[in-house]
C-alpha cells in the first residue's frame, strides 16, 4: 500500500491543511501488521509492538516546517539496504528484488555529492529514503525525505538500456528534495520555480554523468518539443498569476484541471527558462542565487515555535526576483515579463546572399510572429559564421519582423586550394574545398548556436554547407540541424556525407543513429539511380562482421557502448529502404533473417533482449501492403496467401512469442516488440484483422509493458475498423482496471491516436460514448485528477471544444444528463500457450479467448433510454419508445391504441368546425401528464393518475405553482424520461388540491390536450409515436395494424354520431371544473427544472 496523487492531494488520505503555503512540523504515527513496515517522511523514532506481537507502531517526526502535499505513506513486506557509501540513505523494496536494488542504487552517493557541491549547501535533511513499489502511480514521485519509485527502474548490472534513464529519474527525485520539497512553492503560479530549478540540477548532474553532448542533444530534443506544442496545442504560461486568457481548452489555473501532457512541457520549458537566465546573468551567480535561498530557508526551519519565519521556506515569482537582485543587481524583470508571464516562442527563417565585390554577407531574418504559437521577438540575437580563417559570432539586435544586416567576412576565397581551416574547438583540420563556391569564403552559418532563446530557426544554405556543417561541425545540435535539412538534398555527395558520419567513431553516437535514419530516407528518394548494395549493408558488415567471413555477423559483444547502440539503429533503419516498386528490397530482408540466424550472446556479458527486441522491430518495418488475391477480393486471409517472405517472418515472430514465455527477458521488450509487429502485419493485410489476441495480453495479471502495447494495439484496431465494442472495452478498463498508471496510459494513447475526430463522419461517435465519456469525467473520476484531465484530452480529440454534432442542440437549450449503468468485462490473464505462424491466421481459435470474452455489447449500451424531445414554436411533443419495448406489445394493445388516436382525430375534426371549444378552455396552454412510478400501492390497486404540466410557449422562463407546474421555453432541448420522473415524483408529493384523474379518461378529452404516457415499466400505457410527432411505425408493427387500422376506421365512421353528443357534454363539464381551479391559484413555486 501506498500513497499517491496529484498536487494538493494529500487530504484525500488523512486531514490536513492541503496547500503548499501551511508548513509544519509533523508527528507520524502508523500502525501496521507485525509482518509490514510502514515507510513515512521524516525521521523514525521508535517501533512499538502490541502487547500481543501482533501489531506494530511506527513513530516518524519531521522536524522541519513542510507542507501537507510533500507527506507519503508506503506499507509492505519491504527488504532493506542501508547505503555502504552514506548511511543516512536507505532502500526499500518488495522480496527478491534486493540484488537488483543494489546494483541500480550504487551511484546514488555520487548524485548527492554532486548537489552538495554544486551548491555549497548541505542536504536539507537528516534521511533519505527510496521505496520502489509494484503498480506505481507514476516512475517517480519525490516527497519530503523520501520517494516513491516504480519498481521496473531496477535492473541488474546486464542492462545497459535502462541505465540512462533509472540514474536521470533517481538524480531527480534527489533535486527535488532542495527545491520542491524543502523549498517549496507558495502558489500554483510560482509553481515553475522549483521544478525550474530542480530540473536544472537533474540536468546538470546529467552533463556530469553523460557528457556535454548527452546534456546537448536533450535540451535540442526538448526546445523542438515546446515549440512543436505550443503551435499545435496552445500557449504554455510558467506564471499565469495575471489570469490572462489562453487558446487552451482547459484551464491552467489549478493543477487539478490541467492536462498531464501540458504539465510536461510545463516541466521541460522551465528548465529551458532557467537555463536561458543562466546564459544571461551567468552560471555562477546563478548558482549564488539558489545557494542564498537554501541559506535562508535552512535558517528559518530552525526557529522552532516561530512559524511567521517560515515564509522564507516558500518561493514565489516576487522573492526569486529579489533574490537576483540582491546577488547580481541585476533586474531580469522585462525577461520575467517575456518569457514567464507570456507563452509562444520566436519563429525565424534566414537567408543570405554573399557579396564579392563588399567581401560581405548580406543576411535577412524574417519572424512570423503571426504562426500559431509564435510571437515577436525583441533582442540580442547571436549569429555565428564560419569561415576559411575561423569562426566569427556576430551580435545584433532584433527589432522588427524584418532585419538586414551586413556581416563583413574576415576571410578571402581561395580557388580549389586545401588548407588547415580552424574550427570553434581550436583545432585545425584538412577540408576538401572543391565542393564549396570558389568565390565565397563562407563554410557555413548558424543562428543562435547556444539556444539561448526558445526559438524554431530555419535557414536557407546551398547542400554543400550543410554537408560541411555534418563533417567538421563539433556541436551535436548543429550536426542533428544539418541531417534534418539533409533530407531536402538526395544527391551522391549527402550520401557520401551521412555514410562518412556513420563510420566515423568520433563521432557522437546519437549523431550517427540519426545519420543512419537521414541515408534510409536519401537512398529512397535516390531509389531510380542507386548504384551499388543496399544503403548499410556495406557498412554493417564492416563493422560488425567475421573477419574471415563478412556475412557472418561476429559473436555479440557489447563493451563499446556507442557501436552497441548503433548496432540496433542500423537494421531498423535499414527496413526502411524500398526499390522501385515500393516494397523491401530481397537482400535487405535477408539480411534481416540472417541477423537472427547468426546472433549469438553466449560470451558476451551484456543482455541482448533489446538487440533482439529492434531486430523484431526492423522486421515490422520491412513489411508492405500485402496485394494477394484474397486482400483483393476482400476473403479471409489463409496461410495459402502469405508469400514466402511473410511466412519466414512470421515463423521468426512466432518462435520469439513463445520464447518469451519459457525465457521472458528483462521487462519483456521481445514480446512487446512482437505484439506491435503482429499489429503491423494485420494492419497490412498479412493476418486477419482480429483484437483478440491483444484482449489477452491486455488483461489484468500482464505485465504493464505487455498490456500498454496490446492496448496500444487495440486502440489502433478500434481507429482503423470503427470497432464500437473495442471502444467500449477500452471504457471499461478505464473504469475498472486495478492499475492507476494503465488507465491514464489508455487515456493518453486513446487522445494522441483518437478513434475519430469530429466531423469525420465516424460510426463510433454515438450519443452513448458521449455520455459515457461525459459521466466519466463528472462522475466517477472525482479522486483522480488525472485521470479526469485525460478525459477532458480524449473528449477534445474526438469531438474538439463544441458540443458533438450528433446533439443538436441550441444555445439557449437545457440538457440534462443521466447516469447509465454499465457491467465492465472481467477477462481473466490467458495461461501461457505456444503460438505457431498459422495458429495467429485464426486467432480465436488458437487463443481460446473467444469463449471467454462477451461476444455482444457491454450491458445497457444497446438499450437507450426514451427521449422526451420538445420543440417550441408548434409546442409539438416527440416521444421515442425504445424499440424494442415497443415491439413486445402484443396485438391487443395496439389495436386498443389505434382506435383511441382515431377517436382523437374525429374529434379535431369536430373542434375545427365549432372553433369553440379551444378557445374556450387553453388558448395558449397545453397539458402534459405524468404519473409517479413509486406509488407502487397506488398502481397495483386502482388505476394510474396523474398530475398535470403545462407547458407555454411565450417565453423561456420556467415556472410553477402549487398543482400545476408550467414549463415556458422557446428552444428545443432533450430530456431523458428518467429525469423527468424524478423531477415529477417531488411535485406530486405537493400537489394535494387536485382530484385525480383515471389515466384512461384522459384519453378521451379534448385533443388540444397533449398526453404522455406514464412513466413506468408498463407498455400498455404508452401512446404510439405518430400519435404526436408523425414518425412513421417500425416497419414490423405497422405491416401488422395496417389491415387493422382500416377495419376500425371503417367501424368509427359508423358509429360517429352515436358518441358526438357523448365526448361534447363530457368535455365541456371538465372544462368548466379546469377553469375554476386556475382561477382560484394564487401561490407559485419553482419547478424542478430551475437551473
Known amino acids: ?195 525550474g530549478i530542480a530540473e536544472y540540477l537533474t540536468w546538470s548532474y546529467v552533463k556530469k554523468a553523460f557528457g556535454n553532448n548527452e546534456y546537448r542533444y536533450w535540451i535540442h530534443k526538448d526546445l523542438q518539443e515546446v515549440c512543436a506544442f505550443e503551435s499545435t496545442a496552445g500557449l504554455v504560461m510558467l506564471d499565469n498569476s495575471d489570469q490572462k486568457s489562453s487558446n487552451l481548452y482547459f484551464s491552467t489555473k489549478h493543477p487539478f484541471t490541467t492536462s498531464e501532457k501540458y504539465k510536461k512541457i510545463y516541466r521541460k520549458k522551465a528548465h529551458l527558462i532557467m537555463r536561458m537566465l543562466e546564459l544571461r546573468i551567468g552560471r555562477e551567480l546563478l548558482l549564488q542565487v539558489f545557494n542564498k535561498l537554501l541559506s535562508l530557508s535552512t535558517s528559518a526551519a530552525q526557529q522552532k515555535y516561530q512559524n511567521q519565519t517560515w515564509h522564507s521556506l516558500l518561493l514565489s515569482t516576487n522573492s526569486f526576483l529579489k533574490s537576483i537582485s540582491t546577488v547580481t543587481g541585476k533586474d531580469i524583470q522585462p525577461f520575467l515579463d517575456q518569457w514567464v508571464t507570456e507563452g509562444g516562442f520566436t519563429k525565424f527563417h534566414g537567408t543570405f546572399i554573399f557579396n564579392r565585390k563588399r567581401n560581405t554577407v548580406e543576411l535577412e531574418l524574417r519572424q512570423e510572429p503571426t504562426a500559431n504559437g509564435a510571437r515577436k521577438y525583441v533582442g540580442p540575437l547571436t549569429v555565428t559564421v564560419q569561415e576559411l580563417d575561423g569562426t566569427f559570432h556576430h551580435k545584433m539586435q532584433i527589432e522588427d519582423n524584418l532585419t538586414k544586416h551586413d556581416i563583413i567576412c574576415h576571410s578571402k576565397s581561395r580557388r580549389h586550394k586545401k588548407k588547415k581551416i580552424p574550427l570553434c574547438t581550436g583545432e585545425e583540420v584538412d577540408m576538401d574545398l572543391n565542393f564549396m563556391d570558389p568565390d565565397s569564403p563562407v563554410l557555413w552559418i548558424r543562428i543562435d548556436p547556444d539556444m539561448t532563446i526558445l526559438r524554431q530557426a530555419t535557414f536557407e544554405q546551398p547542400d554543400y554547407q550543410w554537408q560541411y556543417m555534418l563533417r567538421y561541425e563539433r556541436d551535436v545540435t548543429a550536426q542533428m540541424e544539418a541531417i534534418e535539412n539533409l533530407q531536402k538534398y538526395p544527391t551522391p555527395q549527402t550520401r557520401l556525407a551521412l555514410t562518412d558520419m556513420i563510420e566515423n567513431e568520433q563521432c557522437f553516437y546519437r549523431v550517427r543513429m540519426e545519420a543512419a535514419g537521414c541515408l534510409a530516407k536519401v537512398a529512397n528518394e535516390m531509389v531510380t539511380n542507386w548504384a551499388g548494395p543496399p544503403a548499410m549493408i556495406t557498412i554493417f558488415r564492416k563493422m560488425f562482421g567475421s573477419n574471415s567471413c563478412p556475412n557472418i555477423i561476429k559473436q555479440n559483444n557489447f563493451h563499446n557502448l556507442q557501436a552497441y547502440f548503433l548496432q540496433k539503429k542500423i537494421p531498423v533503419a535499414m527496413a526502411t529502404l524500398r526499390n522501385v516498386h515500393n516494397i523491401c528490397p530481397p537482400d535487405v530482408f535477408k539480411f534481416l533473417l540472417e541477423l537472427f540466424k547468426y546472433n549469438d550472446n553466449s560470451k558476451n556479458k551484456y543482455s541482448d533482449n533489446y538487440y533482439r527486441a529492434a531486430l523484431i522491430i526492423a522486421l515490422a518495418h520491412s513489411v508492405t501492403p500485402a496485394v494477394t488475391i484474397g486482400a483483393l477480393s476482400g476473403s479471409m486471409v489463409t496461410a495459402d496467401m502469405l508469400s514466402s517472405d511473410m511466412k519466414l517472418l512470421l515463423d521468426e515472430v512466432t518462435s520469439y512469442l513463445n520464447l518469451e514465455k519459457l525465457l521472458p527477458c528483462y521487462r519483456l521488450v521481445v514480446t512487446v516488440s512482437c505484439l506491435r509487429s503482429i499489429r503491423v502485419l494485420q494492419k497490412n493485410g498479412h493476418l486477419p484483422n482480429d483484437p483478440t489476441l491483444f484482449r489477452s495480453y491486455a488483461s489484468y495479471g500482464q505485465f504493464i509493458d505487455v498490456r500498454l502495447a496490446a492496448l496500444e494495439a487495440l486502440i489502433d484496431y478500434t481507429k482503423v475498423d470503427a470497432s464500437e465494442e473495442e471502444l467500449h472495452w477500452l471504457f ?110 485464426d486467432i480465436e481459435e488458437s487463443t481460446g479467448v473467444s469463449e471467454m470474452l462477451p461476444s455482444s455489447s457491454p450491458p445497457g449500451l444497446s438499450n437507450p433510454q426514451e427521449i422526451i424531445d420538445i420543440e417550441v414554436g408548434t409546442t409539438e411533443v416527440v416521444i421515442q419508445p425504445d424499440k424494442e419495448e415497443e415491439a413486445e406489445e402484443d396485438d391487443k394493445v395496439k389495436e386498443e391504441r389505434v382506435i383511441k388516436e382515431e377517436e382523437v382525430e374525429y374529434q379535431e375534426e369536430e373542434e375545427e368546425e365549432s372553433g369553440k371549444m379551444a378557445e374556450k378552455a387553453f388558448p395558449r396552454e397545453r397539458e402534459i401528464v405524468a404519473t409517479d412510478q413509486d406509488d407502487d400501492e397506488e398502481m397495483s390497486n386502482g388505476p394510474r393518475i396523474a398530475n398535470p404540466i403545462q407547458i407555454d410557449d411565450s417565453d423561456s422562463s420556467v415556472e410553477g405553482e402549487e398543482s400545476l407546474v408550467k414549463v415556458k421555453s422557446t428552444s428545443r432541448s432533450v430530456l431523458p424520461s428518467s429525469f423527468l420522473k424524478m423531477a415529477m415524483a417531488s411535485k406530486q408529493k405537493d400537489s394535494t388540491d387536485i382530484k385525480p384523474r383515471h389515466a384512461l379518461e384522459r384519453r378521451h378529452e379534448d385533443p388540444h390536450k397533449f398526453d404522455i404516457f406514464d412513466f413506468d415499466s408498463d407498455e400498455e400505457q404508452r401512446p404510439k409515436m405518430q400519435a404526436f410527432a408523425g414518425a412513421p411505425t417500425p416497419g414490423g408493427a405497422a405491416a401488422a395494424s395496417e389491415e387493422k387500422h382500416r377495419h376500425h376506421k371503417e367501424r368509427k365512421k359508423k358509429k360517429k354520431k352515436k358518441h358526438k353528443h357523448k365526448h361534447k357534454h363530457e368535455k365541456h363539464e371538465k372544462y368548466v371544473k379546469l377553469e375554476k381551479h386556475h382561477s382560484s391559484e394564487s401561490s407559485t413555486r419553482n419547478s424542478p427544472f430551475t437551473d
Open 1 to 195: 500500500m501506498f500513497t499517491y496523487g496529484t498536487e494538493n492531494a494529500s487530504r484525500l488520505w488523512f486531514p490536513c491543511v492541503d496547500s503548499y503555503c501551511e508548513p509544519c512540523t509533523w508527528k507520524l504515527e502508523f500502525t501496521v501488521d507485525s509482518t509490514m513496515t510502514a515507510v513515512s517522511c521524516g525521521e523514525l523514532l521508535e517501533v512499538v509492538y502490541t502487547t500481543d506481537l501482533r501489531k506494530k507502531t511506527f513513530h516518524y517526526f519531521i522536524g522541519v516546517p513542510t507542507s501537507a502535499p510533500n507527506l507519503a505513506l508506503a506499507v509492505g513486506p519491504f527488504e532493506i539496504l542501508v547505503d555502504p557509501n552514506m548511511h543516512e540513505v536507505t532502500h526499500f523494496c518488495l522480496p527478491q528484488l534486493l540484488p537488483l536494488m543494489k546494483h541500480s542504487t550504487a551511484f546514488l552517493h555520487q548524485a548527492f555529492e554532486f548537489y552538495e557541491e554544486l551548491l555549497s549547501a548541505r542536504y536539507p535533511y537528516s534521511c533519505y529514503k527510496q521505496v520502489f513499489v509494484d503498480e506505481a502511480y507514476k516512475d517517480v514521485t519525490p516527497y519530503a525525505t523520501m520517494c516513491i519509485l516504480s519498481t521496473n527502474l531496477l535492473h541488474s548490472k546486464h542492462i545497459i538500456d535502462e541505465t540512462p534513464l533509472a540514474r536521470r529519474l533517481m538524480a531527480s527525485a534527489i533535486a527535488y528534495q532542495f527545491f520542491g520539497c524543502f523549498i517549496a512553492m507558495q502558489s500554483w503560479s510560482d509553481a515553475w520555480l522549483p521544478i
Open 732 to 841: 471499461d478498463i478505464v473504469e475498472d482496471d486495478p492499475e492507476p498508471y494503465v488507465r491514464h496510459e489508455v487515456l493518453r494513447m486513446m487522445a494522441e491516436n483518437a478513434p475519430f475526430s469530429q466531423g469525420d463522419g465516424s460510426p463510433l461517435a454515438t450519443t452513448t460514448l458521449v455520455e459515457r465519456v461525459w459521466n466519466l469525467m463528472n462522475c466517477k473520476t472525482s479522486q483522480d485528477s488525472r485521470l479526469r484531465c485525460d478525459l477532458v484530452d480524449v473528449y477534445y480529440a474526438m469531438f474538439g471544444r463544441l458540443s458533438p454534432t450528433l446533439i443538436s442542440v441550441s444555445e439557449s437549450s437545457f440538457n440534462f444528463g443521466f447516469k447509465r449503468s454499465s457491467s465492465a468485462y472481467n477477462i481473466e490473464p490467458v495461461e501461457s500457450m505456444d503460438i505457431s505462424s498459422d495458429q495467429i491466421l
